[in-house]
């Protein structure tokens, strides 16, 4: 079947004189995570994990993916006549050293303009100028193969309250034509849909697990343009909209709207979001100032009401996860549990909160072995039984009205074996070592991961992601611009310096193909320490309240300060979530919340 649509995919490029194609995972706003409709990489190579981008020649076909899903890619392009290039990994070519090593003199390049960003799309510009080439890209050529495409989402869309996002649309509205006043620009182009609802304070359902809309924004000094399908909003919402002199223009005037821009204005965009054909449509004679969109710093930095209510999301969250952690430790080896059944009765908890609005993204409920895949996720075909042995790790999420959450527990389910306590215990010393953190006001978020990493490192291990990462509003799970990494790594734009109101998660690890995999995921504020004669001292405050599991610690292996942080953290999570609990599971809790 791939082998067929790629061949498929083959016949157009010849159609067209094009030689090297290439499709990304994207949409047209460059979000993280797309809907079905998008889902071209995956309908051409078969691989399913949310990062990737697919290459086709008219004799080879490759798949670029990151260390979260190497595993997963492998199992998935088994048999297919897809390689597989493991970014990151020594001797492996990035997509754009590819495209400029094989494409040949005077070849054409093809991509969607619409689902490559500026930056990307100008680099590819350069490589085919160096071989005298040319490019295509105003057609879709995989929408043409696919013929039974999903429709384009068109979801309801509604307003998030200001007691819930803590700052009126005018409000926000004031601040970017501020930051556009700075630029001397007269016109922002705004495409990522988490900066839109944030900007809008309004919320959607275009994207399973992520609450945001299908659209494009462009702000003025006077007027701010929404470019959406009309269909979706009610007169509820239109009135909103009037009021906030939002003007609304169906979805696909945003390139009609670019292309008439006059000639002498100032338009302020980030290429690395913005797409290749809509900063195509602009007129040579536009000026062009290239720079971060100033919504993503402030949706970063939560306010004082965004901040009350995320911790109180995160106590009702904390007392799902351990009314599931109660149920899972005193039913396992009693009746049938699978990885899917675990899940099912984890979201089933989630549901009962006041407030909840949906998962945050989907869950990660991996037993042994499957635990290793980073982004392993439980099919019908995979759903593995729960033995009262070895670990589950479940990685999960919510978003309430009052905010997201995302935490992962490894759950000790009977005997576990030496090396699997040892390294339960030091990926746990490792998540304390971060959250314990006291730092100068000016770090980011790489002078800190070595507290992470550092303890397995010592060991000879490590894990190939990032530590950390920002938290939206009830809206991505993944945010920028913080986070925690050992290493810049330019496509992802998580090393900002760290303020006071970032959410950030702290998520070590420890991975081993074939046998197990092991994450602590907790969430920390960045708040203000001290200030004196060296400086503004910063710390984080540890907002996800839930057990870690005491059957699997080592306390020999930790310092006396390491079980004291473990010990505080413990007593903190009783606290927090004991008053939602029956008698039984609070007595459980006691247990698995002692001091060591």
Not at 479 to 503: A, H, Q, T, Y
Not at 524 to 536: D, P, R, S, T, V
Not at 564 to 580: F, G
Request: aromatic residues 10%; charged residues 30%.
């Amino acid at each position: 079947m791939i082998a067929e649509r790629i061949e498929a995919l083959r016949a157009e490029m010849k159609k067209r004189n094009i030689d090297m194609y290439i499709i990304p995972t994207s949409d047209f706003h460059e979000s993280e995570y797309v809907g079905d409709y998008f889902k071209a990489r995956k309908y051409i190579t078969g691989f399913t994990g949310s990062a990737g981008v697919a290459v086709v020649t008219m004799t080879e076909a490759g798949l670029w993916t990151d260390g979260r899903y190497f595993i997963q890619a492998e199992k998935q392009l088994a048999g297919t006549p897809v390689t597989l290039f493991k970014m990151g990994e020594e001797g492996v070519p990035t997509v754009r050293e590819y495209v400029e090593k094989n494409l040949k003199e005077g070849a054409c390049l093809g991509f969607d303009g619409r689902v490559i960003n500026a930056a990307d799309g100008a680099r590819y510009e350069e490589i085919v100028a160096k071989k005298n080439g040319s490019l295509y890209v105003t057609e879709d050529l995989v929408g043409i193969i696919w013929k039974e495409r999903p429709q384009l989402p068109m979801n309801p869309v509604y307003i998030l309250e200001e007691k819930y996002a803590g700052e009126s649309a005018k409000s926000k509205l004031t601040r970017v034509r501020e930051k556009m006043k700075e630029s001397q620009a007269d016109i922002h182009i705004l495409t990522s849909l988490y900066d839109i609802a944030w900007l809008f304070n309004i919320r959607g359902g275009d994207i399973e697990c992520v609450p945001v809309v299908l659209s494009f924004a462009a702000v003025t000094m006077e007027e701010t343009y929404w470019f959406i399908h009309e269909e979706v909003l009610d007169d509820k919402l239109k009135a909103y909209c009037k009021e906030n002199n939002i003007i609304i223009r169906p979805y696909e005037d945003i390139y009609s709207y670019a292309e008439e821009i006059p000639a002498g204005k100032t338009v302020m965009l980030d290429k690395s979001i913005v797409n290749y054909r809509i900063c195509h449509s602009l007129k040579p004679e536009v000026n062009v100032v290239v720079k971060s969109n100033p919504t993503e710093l402030m949706k970063a930095i939560k306010n004082e009401t965004e901040l009350k209510n995320i911790r109180n999301a995160h106590i009702k969250d904390g007392v799902a996860v351990t009314k599931f952690l109660y149920w899972l430790k005193t039913n396992i080896g009693k009746q049938k549990i699978t990885e899917i059944s675990a899940s099912d009765y984890l979201e089933a908890r989630r549901r009962e909160q006041d407030l909840f609005v949906d998962l945050s993204f989907g869950t990660i409920s991996a037993y042994g072995a499957n635990a290793a895949m980073m982004h392993y996720s439980a099919t019908p075909e995979s759903d593995t039984e729960l033995k009262p042995e070895g670990f589950l790790l479940v990685d999960s999420g919510g978003h309430y009205l009052d905010g997201s959450t995302d935490i992962t527990r490894t759950i000790a389910l009977g005997k576990l074996t030496e090396e699997e306590k040892f390294h339960f215990t030091t990926v746990c010393r490792s998540n304390l070592n971060l959250a314990a953190a006291k730092f100068l006001y000016g770090c980011r978020g790489i002078n800190l991961d070595i507290l992470a990493r550092g303890p397995l490192w010592n060991l000879g291990l490590d894990y190939k992601c990032g530590t950390g990462h920002g938290i939206g509003y009830l809206l991505n799970v993944h945010e920028g611009p913080n986070g925690f990494r050992w290493k810049i790594v330019p496509e992802r734009n998580d090393s900002c310096e760290l303020e006071e109101g970032m959410v950030t998660t702290d998520e070590p690890g420890v991975y081993l193909e074939g046998k197990y995999g092991i994450r602590t995921e907790n969430e920390l504020i960045c708040k203000k320490a001290e200030k004196n004669e060296y400086g503004q001292f910063m710390e984080f405050e540890t907002i996800t309240y839930a057990p870690i599991d005491l059957d699997a610690i080592i306390p020999e292996e930790m310092t006396g300060t390491e079980r004291k942080l473990l010990n505080d953290y413990h007593k903190m999570v009783y606290e927090k979530v004991s008053p939602y609990l029956n008698e039984e599971e609070k007595e459980w809790l006691k247990k698995y919340t002692r001091a060591i």
